[in-house]
C-alpha cells in the first residue's frame, strides 16, 4: 500500500469518498497483491495525518501485507531536535505511523536525514535537486555568472552540494539569527524569554533587548551576480526576503530562491511578492496553487516522475540504487 502526494502511475483504480484527503486506491494484478493508496495533502496537515493513520489501520486489519507510504512532504520535520525541555513531535509521529501499520516509507528532502532513524522500519529519503539543478541550467539565463548562496551557516552543506555539481561559486550569510532554527520562535523555550534584566543603569530591559545583533556579512563575491539562495522548506519566508535585501546591497543584480517543500504560509506570497526576490522556485511536494495565483514569482518544478518510479520498483521488487546516485553529494 502506498501513501502518495501527486499520484502518476498507470494503474487502475477505485475512488474511495471518504473525508476531504482524496484517497484513491490503485489495484495491481500481482502475485503480492499490493494495493497503492495515494492521499492528496490538505492545508489542515493534523487532519491529513489523522486520515493517513485511520486508513493505514483500515488496511492492516484487513491483512494487508505491505503498507508504504509515500509522504513526499513529511510534517513535523523541523520539531526533530530536543530544545530545551521541549518534545520532539517527528519522534511522535513516526511512531504513531508504525502503530497505525506502515511498513515502508518513501519522502524527500527530510529536513535532517536523521529523522530515518526515528523509523523500525525502511525509509526511502528521494532527492529533488536534480530536478532543481536542470531548471537552473535550463531555465536561467546565463546561469554561468551565478552564485550559490546559503541564508545561514547550517544550509552551507546543501548550497555547496549544488554548488559542487553546478561548477559554480559558493557565498554564505551569516551574523544574524534565524527565527526558523532558534530556540526562541520554536514556542517550546522554558522559561519564557519575555523575562526583563537589571542593566548596569538599574533598568530593567527586555532579554532580547539586552544582546546587540552580530553585524551582517556576506562571505563570497555576489557583485554582479545572480544569486541563487537553496533550502529544503520554504514556510515564513521573512529570512528569504531579508537575505534577498542584503544581496542586493552586495551587487547582486538578480536573486533566485530554491526549495523542495513550499509551504509559503501567512502573507508569504504579498511578501514574496514585494521584495527583491525575482522567482521563487518549489518543488510539487506541498499544493500551492492559491500561492501561485497570489504572486506569479512563485514557479514550480514536477517530482512526481521519481515518486512513480520508486513506487514502480518497490511494486516489481526492483532495486532502487538508481533513484540514489546523486544521494552522496547531497549528504
Known amino acids: 500500500f502506498f501513501l502518495i502526494g501527486p499520484p502518476a502511475l498507470s494503474y ?12 484513491r486506491v490503485f ?10 493508496l495515494a492521499q492528496k495533502i490538505t492545508e489542515d496537515v493534523n487532519t491529513a495525518v489523522m486520515e493517513l493513520l485511520v486508513m ?18 513529511f510534517p513535523y520535520s523541523k520539531q ?17 505511523l508504525a502503530k497505525a501499520g506502515l511498513t515502508h516509507i518513501i519522502t524527500m528532502d527530510l529536513h535532517q536525514k536523521e529523522i530515518q532513524g526515528f523509523f523500525n522500519f525502511p525509509v526511502d529519503n528521494l532527492r529533488a535537486s536534480p530536478f532543481l539543478i ?27 552540494s549544488y554548488a559542487e555539481r553546478l561548477r559554480l561559486g559558493l557565498a554564505v550569510i551569516h551574523g544574524e539569527a534565524h527565527h526558523s532554527e532558534s530556540d526562541m520562535a520554536d514556542g517550546r523555550h522554558s522559561p519564557p524569554l519575555s523575562r526583563a534584566i537589571t542593566g548596569h543603569t538599574g533598568l530593567e530591559l527586555p532579554l532580547m533587548m539586552a544582546k546587540e545583533k552580530p553585524p551582517i556579512s556576506v562571505v563570497g563575491d555576489v557583485g554582479g551576480r545572480i544569486a541563487i539562495i537553496v533550502d529544503d522548506i520554504i514556510d515564513d519566508v521573512e529570512d528569504f526576503v531579508a537575505a534577498a535585501e542584503i544581496l542586493k546591497e552586495r551587487g547582486a543584480y538578480k536573486i533566485y530562491v530554491m526549495a523542495t517543500h513550499g509551504l509559503l504560509s501567512a502573507e508569504a506570497p504579498r511578501l514574496i511578492e514585494e521584495s527583491a526576490i525575482d522567482e521563487v522556485v518549489v518543488t510539487n511536494t506541498v499544493p500551492h496553487e492559491v500561492q501561485k495565483l497570489q504572486c506569479p514569482k512563485i514557479k514550480t518544478v514536477d517530482v512526481s516522475m521519481i515518486l512513480a518510479e520508486a513506487i514502480r520498483r518497490i511494486h516489481n521488487g526492483e532495486s532502487m540504487a538508481y533513484l540514489f546516485r546523486n544521494i552522496a553529494m547531497d549528504d
Open 12 to 23: 487502475g483504480y477505485t475512488k474511495m469518498n471518504i473525508a476531504r484527503g482524496g484517497y
Open 134 to 160: 536542470q531548471y537552473i541550467q535550463e531555465e536561467i539565463p546565463n546561469y554561468r555568472n551565478a552564485v550559490i548562496v546559503a541564508k545561514s551557516p547550517s544550509a552551507a552543506k546543501r548550497a555547496q
Open 56 to 73: 493505514a489501520y483500515a488496511l492492516k486489519t484487513s491483512c494487508a501485507k505491505n503498507i508504504i507510504g509515500v509522504i513526499p512532504y
Open 27 to 36: 489495484s495491481a494484478n500481482s502475485s503480492t497483491a499490493c494495493t497503492e
Open 80 to 96: 526533530c531536535k530536543m530544545r530545551k525541555r521541549g518534545s520532539i513531535v517527528c519522534k511522535l509521529l513516526a511512531s504513531m
